[in-house]
Nanobody, 124 residues
Framework: QLQLVESGGGLVQPGGSLRLSCAAS????????VGWFRQAPGKEREGVSC????????IYTDSVKGRFTISRDNAKNTVYLQMNSLKPEDSAVYYC?????????????????WGQGTQVTVSS
């Protein structure tokens, strides 16, 4: 059974950077496409980015393009989300999720395995 644990969240000033990590155990991430999602209070869970298991191609939601970068290190069984030029509207609980598929999406319904989330707060 795949288990995911996020880390790297915290409080950062606007314009700052954070790197989130999603560490997997129980199975190798080689077989999974992995996504990052976020949920702010009172809002629906939003897909942020996804990286495919094959060829590591990526997709991003429009609001983070050019600022966030998703990457994977299969040797470490970990997926990362580098977040630069952070804005207050990026504040949310960030979750990583995985699906056994060569495809990627930003729809939460397509993902089977979820981490517990890590809080990101962007504030001065």
């Amino acid at each position: 059974q795949l288990q995911l644990v996020e880390s790297g969240g915290g409080l950062v000033q606007p314009g700052g950077s954070l790197r989130l990590s999603c560490a997997a155990s129980g199975s190798t991430l080689d077989y999974y496409s992995v996504g990052w999602f976020r949920q702010a209070p009172g809002k629906e869970r939003e897909g942020v980015s996804c990286i495919r298991r094959s060829f590591s191609s990526t997709i991003y939601t429009d609001s983070v393009k050019g600022r966030f970068t998703i990457s994977r290190d299969n040797a470490k069984n970990t997926v990362y989300l580098q977040m630069n030029s952070l804005k207050p509207e990026d504040s949310a609980v960030y979750y990583c999720a995985a699906q056994i598929s060569s495809f990627c999406s930003t729809s939460p319904e397509t993902f089977n395995y979820w981490g517990q989330g890590t809080q990101v707060t962007v504030s001065s």
